[in-house]
């Protein structure tokens, strides 16, 4: 793929339906007794691959466009009936298809082997077979990774699951096993919230779970331990669910249109739940001006309009990025530092962040995000080389990232590592670049989570 500079962008969009929800809802409308319809579904082929698995399980599912329909395995006694797999699942690029499908697989009683491809297949599973088998069931994998073999049990028993890695997918993945576990399953998040889609989704069809945190548009304040309780064993009923739009794609654009003068760009109907847009968060910090409009949406999931405009220098107040005393390694002040519980809350837009920092004045320092290291790429070392390809001054630190700015960056040949968001905050880069861009494989692994992206892109670029 070959982009070349922008001078802004302009116009009035929606993104596709958003990945986190798309998949909750697949699962869960498996899960449930009824019919589902959901509309508005992911257009990302990771979806694709948790409907292929929900289907290879014996659940009748329908897809028309962005409408999915799912006759649900449900029961008002036991646990669904599903039909164990003679096939290996096939997760693909997906790590929560395979998170989350092994939390319902680790209550049914029977065994089942999830695939995926190279990339899944070296992604950290320990963090989920843990709790899994504290819960009964059995899992063996290839240290620690995929494939894996769940032997599941039911009932399972239930746990008490503090988090060691802040992570969404763990999360979900216990508690999709603890609808099957006879008593109260808990998750202690140690150092706040992460993404709490699969809370909003179970609660919605008709599941006892509980947040110590009030869900409301505040987001728990940094460092507080948070406590999900779910009520096993349970039984769902189905529901219509409609997909906001996914704020992660959405970033791509706003961060673009942040960093280019004169832009100009509204996105409509996206999904705006607090432990997902610290972005935003981050940018109004920055100075860009945005305006956020929450819409009163009937759904499990706020829903608005973010507009967002490029009108001047990106320039951090002192307030939001204040100086950390003994950060550096020799106990220096650092300055700009993106670090803490709130990575946890913008762990997917980090690359983006870290290519708008290039043009932040003084740069950004992006710390305690070890995560990125194990995403569909090593996401610190994607960024760190392909900036520096681009000209940029980038150190590339053991969590993190530390990004000076302004730079003008220059275009390049640059990588994709397979990588979706790699490629699109690339590509977000290349814009703002002087030259030519070339991404290599940029355009297949769009496909993952956001298959528009190119053209849509384009149609909102003015040269
Ligand atoms: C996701 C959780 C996050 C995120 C991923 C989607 C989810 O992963 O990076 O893109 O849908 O639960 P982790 O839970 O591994 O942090």
Known sequence: MRIRPASRLRGRVQVPGDKSISHRAAIVAALARGTTRIENFSTSADCASTLGVVGALGVSVERDGATVRVEGAGTDEGPPRFRPSRQPLDCGNSGTTMRLVAGVLAAQPFASVLTGDDSLSRR????????????????????????????????LEPVRYEMPVASAQVKSCVLLAGLGARGSTQVVEPRGQTRDHTERMLASFGAEVATDWPRTPVPSPSGRRVVVTLKGPAHLRARDVIVPGDFSSAAFLVAAAAMLRGSDLQVDGVGLNHTRTHLLRLLMGLGAYLKVDLASGEGCEPVGSIRVRGERELVPDPEDFPPVAGWGPNGETGSNVVRGQAVAQVIDELPVLA???TQVRGGLEIRDARELRVKESDRIRAVA???????????????????????????????????????????????????????????????????????????????
């Open 385 to 463: 080389e392909n900036l520096r390809a681009m000209d940029a001054d980038v150190v590339e630190l053991y969590d993190g990232l530390r990004i000076y700015g302004p730079t003008r960056l220059h275009g390049a040949r640059l990588q994709s590592f397979g990588d979706h968001r790699i490629a699109m905050a690339f590509a977000v880069a290349a814009l703002a670049a002087e030259g030519e861009s070339e991404i290599v494989g940029a355009e297949e692994c769009v496909q993952i989570s956001f298959p528009e992206f190119f053209p849509l892109l384009e149609s909102l670029t003015e040269r």
């Open 355 to 357: 290519v708008l920092a």
């Open 124 to 155: 950290p599973m320990r963090r989920i077979i843990e709790p899994l088998e504290l819960m009964g069931a059995r899992v063996s994998s290839v240290e620690g990774c995929a494939p894996l073999r769940v032997e599941g049990r039911w009932p």
